[in-house]
């Protein structure tokens, strides 16, 4: 199946995906100057008004460097929509987009209802939609959503716990069209095996913590590049759903990380926390099990100049 426009011409088969705080501004021009898509959550916007704002910055901003750079490869902006019931700005975000012509809508949690669908169809833009499982998968599918993110064992922030290999796999049994993977990919050869495995794209988070245009503390950014897999801890307490997050900022907030109780499953915070005074993504601080592979602090542009270099050699030593 051929690819949506949108998703056609980038420099690397990369989604940056939509991180709480992080994900902003200069982080998602940044990534689409880089050729691959630039997201964020539309809750990063506070307030609400301010989405309207960052929108039209971030299109006037692209729109410049388009005209002074026009051979240039510029990636689409991508907007995450998280779907609950908790978020009471949906809808209005929703209009945001629409009224922009966002090119890519990432939903989250649960599945897009149909008007939102309708709206987002009626100016030609396309619905990506995170899933951890397969139930998961075929509810969106049902919905009327144009691809998936498929989140694997060891992605940062909510994340699921299946492997990559059983998750894609399965996922192609049934689906044909655009999937991005996600799950500790923060070098160019892990972006080729996640397209030798079945993915179109891959979909990389923790990777851009460590880059100068996040919007993040700079002791975050130290804690990522000081960090390994066996540093993340997988939990539900600070935001009701399960997701990785370092150890170190759990300790830092006066918890135990060996010993974390379980959250209320049926209360979801995507501002604070549920079950803790630490706020998720504030105080705790999310991030995948690739830390390990990090050790410094790039630009974007730098960072996308090696996972380029890294991507190629990668399909070179596979020719071989």
């Given at each position: 199946?051929?690819?949506?426009?949108?998703?056609?011409?980038?420099?690397?088969?990369?989604?940056?995906?939509?991180?709480?705080?992080?994900?902003?501004?200069a982080l998602v021009t940044a990534q689409c100057k880089a050729g691959i898509v630039g997201s964020f959550p539309a809750l990063n916007a506070r307030p609400?008004?301010?989405?309207?704002?960052?929108?039209?910055?971030?299109?006037?901003?692209?729109?410049?460097?388009?005209?002074?750079?026009?051979?240039?490869?510029?990636?689409?902006?991508?907007?995450?929509?998280?779907?609950?019931?908790?978020?009471?700005?949906?809808?209005?975000?929703?209009?945001?987009?629409?009224?922009?012509?966002?090119?890519?809508?990432?939903?989250?949690?649960?599945?897009?209802?149909?008007?939102?669908?309708?709206?987002?169809?009626?100016?030609?833009?396309?619905?990506?939609?995170?899933?951890?499982?397969?139930?998961h998968a075929k509810k969106a599918l049902e919905a009327g959503v144009d691809g998936l993110i498929l989140v694997a064992a060891g992605a940062g922030g909510?994340?699921?716990?299946?492997?990559?290999?059983?998750?894609?796999?399965?996922?192609?049994?049934?689906?044909?069209?655009?999937?991005?993977?996600?799950?500790?990919?923060?070098?160019?050869?892990?972006?080729?095996?996640?397209?030798?495995?079945?993915?179109?794209?891959?979909?990389?988070?923790?990777?851009?913590?460590?880059?100068?245009?996040?919007?993040?503390?700079?002791?975050?950014?130290?804690?990522?590049?000081?960090?390994?897999?066996?540093?993340?801890?997988?939990?539900?307490?600070?935001?009701?759903?399960?997701?990785?997050?370092?150890?170190?900022?759990?300790?830092?907030?006066?918890?135990?990380?060996?010993?974390?109780?379980?959250?209320?499953?049926?209360?979801?915070?995507?501002?604070?926390?549920?079950?803790?005074?630490?706020?998720?993504?504030?105080?705790?601080?999310?991030?995948?099990?690739?830390?390990?592979?990090?050790?410094?602090?790039?630009?974007?542009?730098?960072?996308?100049?090696?996972?380029?270099?890294?991507?190629?050699?990668?399909?070179?030593?596979?020719?071989?």
């Amino acid at each position: 199946m051929a690819l949506p426009a949108a998703l056609q011409n980038l420099s690397l088969p990369v989604i940056g995906s939509p991180m709480f705080i992080a994900s902003g501004p200069a982080l998602v021009t940044a990534q689409c100057k880089a050729g691959i898509v630039g997201s964020f959550p539309a809750l990063n916007a506070r307030p609400a008004e301010m989405l309207n704002t960052w929108l039209t910055d971030i299109q006037a901003d692209l729109a410049a460097f388009k005209q002074a750079n026009p051979d240039a490869k510029v990636g689409p902006i991508a907007v995450n929509q998280i779907v609950h019931q908790s978020n009471d700005r949906l809808a209005q975000d929703v209009a945001v987009c629409v009224e922009h012509k966002i090119p890519i809508i990432i939903s989250s949690l649960r599945a897009p209802p149909k008007e939102m669908m309708d709206a987002i169809h009626g100016y030609g833009g396309i619905v990506l939609h995170d899933v951890i499982s397969i139930r998961h998968a075929k509810k969106a599918l049902e919905a009327g959503v144009d691809g998936l993110i498929l989140v694997a064992a060891g992605a940062g922030g909510h994340a699921g716990t299946l492997s990559p290999f059983a998750l894609v796999g399965e996922v192609r049994k049934f689906f044909k069209g655009p999937i991005a993977l996600s799950g500790s990919i923060a070098t160019g050869d892990a972006v080729l095996a996640a397209q030798a495995m079945g993915a179109d794209f891959a979909y990389i988070g923790s990777r851009w913590l460590a880059t100068k245009e996040s919007n993040i503390d700079e002791s975050y950014r130290q804690a990522i590049i000081e960090s390994s897999a066996a540093d993340i801890v997988y939990t539900n307490l600070f935001s009701g759903v399960h997701g990785n997050y370092l150890k170190k900022s759990i300790t830092i907030a006066g918890l135990d990380p060996e010993n974390l109780p379980q959250a209320d499953k049926s209360v979801m915070n995507f501002g604070g926390g549920a079950g803790s005074k630490a706020k998720a993504w504030r105080d705790i601080w999310g991030a995948g099990q690739g830390v390990g592979l990090m050790h410094d602090v790039p630009t974007v542009a730098e960072m996308m100049q090696r996972l380029t270099e890294e991507y190629e050699m990668a399909r070179k030593r596979l020719s071989l």
